[in-house]
């Protein structure tokens, strides 16, 4: 077991990461500050780990709000079955939800913790991996709207996160391999030496080895906690986070959201980036390819859609949230290990990055 800490003064937080966790009061009961619990979790969720966790957390009156499953769902009418819900069994301001699940059931529980009776506790126990090193982590919630995704959101920490990598083990590969992405990621913007452990454990961590599991996890929440502990709200070094993220809503947008994963498309528009930091001169050819094996091994496609034009690309980028008074900040690598975040490029360099041939 491996204990993190968030530090964001007074609404620091702890993350814990080990094997079986669920069934471990001892890690969720001592954040509880009242006897009511209410468990946000989704149909596929709830019939693998709800009755383990609901074993854990015996001495507390326990409601749990089991959702259907999907990024569809991630929206108002959703939010307003768990308000009817804890509404109807009598939760008061000293309850606390649990979100049991993926990034989509922690986004929205932590947003309806938010909201409920102007804010209440939580605790994120998530149960892929791109929950669990990234979603969890940082205090985003929120929903999507038609006209645009996670638009109606706050900032709102919980009160613990609770790893149990035992979870994973149910987990479908391709899930799995979207949430490397976003482990890879990490190391190429700030953390070289990961990336040197990564390539050592690949194979261990698609073969859900539990100890590789965790180490990879607490390093890349370490590195999360580290961005966001430095920029909580998104105005300068957290927007590194996002590397290979503008290309790759533009491939998700492009393709329509759910064919490819997010990781998968992450993983694409991080070749990209990996390409146009080459471009640059900021990093040379050996170093893209050492990103762009890395991701392979991880089972990610390091292409971007054959019919995607630089066109597509374009206008799918231009009404990406980085955009700052009309001109396009990508990020981008001045090493391997140090991303920085950027508008001062040559346009032609990005017209050539999109228009490289990556087969
Ligand atoms: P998800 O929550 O949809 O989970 C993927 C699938 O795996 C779902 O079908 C889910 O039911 C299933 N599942 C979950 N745990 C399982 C397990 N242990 N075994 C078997 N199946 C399991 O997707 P995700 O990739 O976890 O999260 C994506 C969401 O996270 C998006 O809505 C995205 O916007 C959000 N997100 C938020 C942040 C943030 O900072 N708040 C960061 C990244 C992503
Ligand atoms: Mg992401």
Redesign the pocket.
Same mark, same amino acid.
């Given at each position: 077991m491996q204990t993190l800490q968030v530090d964001l003064g007074e609404r620091s937080y702890p993350i814990y990461i080990g094997e079986d966790l669920l069934s471990k009061a001892e890690y969720i009961v001592p954040h509880l500050a009242g006897r009511q619990v209410a468990v946000v979790t989704?149909e596929?969720?709830a019939p693998?780990?709800l009755d383990k966790l609901t074993s854990a957390l015996s001495s507390r009156n326990v409601t749990p709000i089991v959702l259907p499953?999907?990024?569809a769902f991630?929206q108002w009418e959703t939010l307003q079955t768990i308000f009817d819900a804890l509404l109807k069994a009598r939760h008061d301001r000293r309850t606390t939800l649990i979100a049991l699940?993926?990034?989509?059931?922690?986004?929205m529980a932590?947003f309806a913790a938010a909201c409920y009776q102007r804010g209440v506790d939580f605790i994120q126990i998530?149960?892929?991996l /791109?929950?669990q090193v990234?979603?969890s982590v &940082?205090g985003?919630?929120?929903i999507n709207h038609p006209l645009g995704?996670?638009m109606i959101g706050a900032f709102y920490q919980p009160k613990a996160v609770v790893i149990d990598t035992s979870?994973?083990a149910? /987990?479908?590969a391709r899930?799995l391999s979207? &949430?490397l992405a976003e482990v890879i990621k990490y190391g190429l913007i700030c953390d070289e030496p990961f990336l040197t452990w990564l390539e050592a454990h690949m194979d261990a961590l698609r073969a859900l080895e539990g100890s590789a599991l965790s180490e990879a996890i607490a390093r890349s929440c370490a590195a999360k906690a580290r961005v966001v502990g430095a920029d909580e709200r998104e105005t300068g070094v957290r927007a590194t986070l996002n590397l290979g993220h503008t290309f790759g809503h533009a491939i998700e947008t492009h393709m329509g959201y759910g064919v490819w994963?997010?990781?998968e498309a992450v993983a694409a528009g991080t070749v990209m980036a990996l390409e146009m930091s080459r471009r640059l001169g900021w990093i040379d050819e050996a170093e893209r390819d050492r990103g762009i094996r890395l991701l392979q091994r991880a089972g990610l496609p390091v292409t971007p859609p054959a019919e995607m034009t630089p066109e597509d690309f374009l206008e799918h980028m231009a009404i990406d949230k980085k955009v700052l008074d009309g001109r396009l900040r990508l990020v981008l690598l001045k090493r391997l290990g140090e991303a920085v975040v950027t508008g001062d490029f040559p346009r032609e360099t990005l017209h050539a990055t999109l228009a490289a041939d990556y087969r």
């Open positions: 989704n596929t969720v693998l780990y499953d999907g990024e991630k699940g993926g990034g989509v059931i922690g986004d932590g998530p149960t892929t /791109l929950s990234d979603s &940082g985003k919630t929120g995704k996670n979870t994973l149910t /987990l479908p899930e979207a &949430g994963l997010h990781g």
